[in-house]
């Protein structure tokens, strides 16, 4: 049961034996990939306690204040998983985003949507698309996504620059289902030495990459070495590491991509990654 952070922080004094159970900064690095988190958070109204003074898994309540000016009360847990499939800056606060979902108003009135019984879900199929190869085979996809930012189209411009392996495949059959599909689409795939690279950002709205999308990256990533292959993700924006091989960098350029050539090395091999260098 979530507690008032008042009666928190009592506890964790009287439990710890200290007057500052947590010094602030304590946790600076866990809330640091959550840039809208950061500036909801007020210590005025959370008894003086700072953000960086209490644990992400600690359950207790706190007063959050959207930059639209709404107030409400939210557990750590429950703010840091709000991202879902909208990618609006409203996601972060219920009351913004129930507003986003209204209904349509007429002369000022708010009409009300009838309620309906929600039909049975469908057994899933999956996309007929994939062409049948084996396994760890990567291919065109028709139905992978475009890059997503400038950043990671220079990222893939700059790494094909310096190896010279085969280009322009964006997918990998995969031997169980990722969603509706029985592929993945990487953001740069290197065939010749089976490592798929990840660029992860947190996004306009801090919201990619953070809470349910941060496990998504997770089974995707399990689901790439079942089929023999490794992931490399480059990770900006405070974000920590999730994987083995991950980096983190401030920004991509030519040390990052000389980093990221390392770690190559580091998964296959100096041998086998010199030779497909240009």
């Not at 809330?31 to 007020?42: E, G, S, T, V």
């Not at 992978?144 to 189209?153: D, L």
């Not at 089976?194 to 990533?221: F, M, N, P, Q, W």
Request: with cysteine.
């Amino acid at each position: 049961m979530p507690e008032r952070v008042e009666l928190w922080w009592a506890r964790r004094q009287f439990s710890r034996g200290a007057d500052v159970p947590y010094p602030v900064g304590t946790y600076r690095e866990a809330w640091a990939p959550y840039p809208a988190l950061i500036r909801q958070y007020h210590p005025e109204l959370n008894a003086g306690i700072t953000l960086t003074q209490i644990p992400p898994a600690a359950d207790v309540l706190l007063l959050w204040q959207c930059e639209a000016g709404h107030s409400f009360a939210a557990t750590p847990a429950e703010q840091r998983n709000r991202p879902g499939r909208e990618r609006r800056r409203s996601a972060w606060c219920p009351d913004c985003s129930t507003s986003a979902r209204a209904p349509v108003a007429i002369l000022g009135e708010p009409v009300a949507r009838p309620k309906r019984a929600r039909p049975p879900r469908p057994p899933r199929t999956l996309c007929p698309k994939t062409p049948g190869l084996p396994a760890g085979e990567s291919f065109v996809s028709v139905c992978a996504p475009r890059p997503a930012s400038a950043v990671e189209a220079q990222l893939r411009a700059d790494v094909f620059a310096r190896l010279g392996v085969t280009s322009g495949r964006n997918a990998v059959r995969v031997s169980r289902p990722f969603f509706d599909h029985v592929e993945v689409w990487p953001d740069i795939l290197l065939p010749e030495l089976r490592i798929a690279i990840e660029y992860d950002s947190t996004g306009r709205h801090g919201l990619e990459h953070v809470g349910k999308r941060e496990d998504a990256d997770r089974r995707k990533d399990r689901t790439l070495r079942a089929t023999g292959w490794e992931v490399v993700r480059i990770r900006t924006g405070r974000l920590e590491p999730i994987g083995p091989y991950d980096v983190q960098l401030s920004s991509v350029g030519r040390r990052g991509v000389d980093r990221l050539i390392d770690v190559l090395r580091d998964i296959r091999g100096s041998l086998l990654v010199d030779a497909y260098l240009v």
